[in-house]
């Protein structure tokens, strides 16, 4: 794997660590940059458990990330064993009610994508509940909490992926999931053992997407 070497200041190396608070287990220390560069979706993972503690750990992570006056507006809801196979047939049904005529192979395929991982994370969002809280900004925060979950995955050793797809905006779906109707479900967050150790990532640079104003 290619490691991603911080730049210096003054001959001292800038090194950057992640900290996931509040579990003794086992104190995790990673380069910022090492994760950001070499962090990347795996939606190949085994079928073997993740411990508990683990999923906590990826839990923590998230929920340092940075909220508009702190209202904390994520939601996640953690499935595993039985409960992948009830979202599952509530994903089903989504699909039937959204397409009548959807044939028994759709709905099959349809049916099999939350048993793709051990675990899923469906992270949801709060509408505003204070006057000065901006509906986007609570979307930008959760969101903020997504990246985290995955680079604490990158850190344990575990393969993620955010998925998304039309069961994310399903009104059956976020029920089944205890949100309401009108709540932003943000995606599905895949964990689990990576199938195959995966190579290291190219992406586009920055340039392109920047403009410098002095």
């Known amino acids: ?10 001959g001292q190396d800038t090194l950057w ?21 070499n962090r990347q979706s795996i939606g190949k993972v085994k079928p073997d458990p993740i411990p508990r503690d683990l999923i906590e750990k990826l839990l923590a992570a998230a929920v340092q990330a940075p909220n508009h ?24 049904d989504a699909l039937r009610k959204r397409k009548p005529d959807a044939d028994d192979e759709s709905l099959a395929r349809e049916h ?47 393969g993620a992926m955010w998925r998304t797809g039309d069961a994310t905006y399903d009104p059956h779906v976020k029920s089944f999931l205890g949100f309401e109707s009108e709540q932003h479900l943000i995606g599905f967050i895949y964990v689990g053992y990576p199938e195959s150790e995966p190579a290291s990532p190219s992406r586009p640079s920055y340039e392109d997407r920047t403009v410098w104003m002095e």
């Open 1 to 10: 794997m290619t490691v991603y070497s911080p730049p210096s200041v003054d």
């Open 17 to 37: 660590t992640l900290r996931l608070r509040g579990y003794f287990l086992k104190e995790i220390e990673l380069d910022i940059f090492e994760a950001i560069y």
């Open 69 to 92: 006056h702190k209202v904390r507006p994520w939601r996640f809801v953690v499935l595993t064993g039985a409960a992948r196979e009830r979202l599952a047939s509530a994903m089903a």
């Open 112 to 158: 099999r994508k939350p048993l793709r991982s051990p675990v899923l994370i469906a992270v949801g969002v709060d509408k505003p509940n204070i006057p000065k809280a901006i509906e986007i900004e609570n979307v930008c925060a959760a969101a903020a909490a997504v990246q985290n979950m995955l680079l604490a995955a990158h850190a344990l050793g575990l």
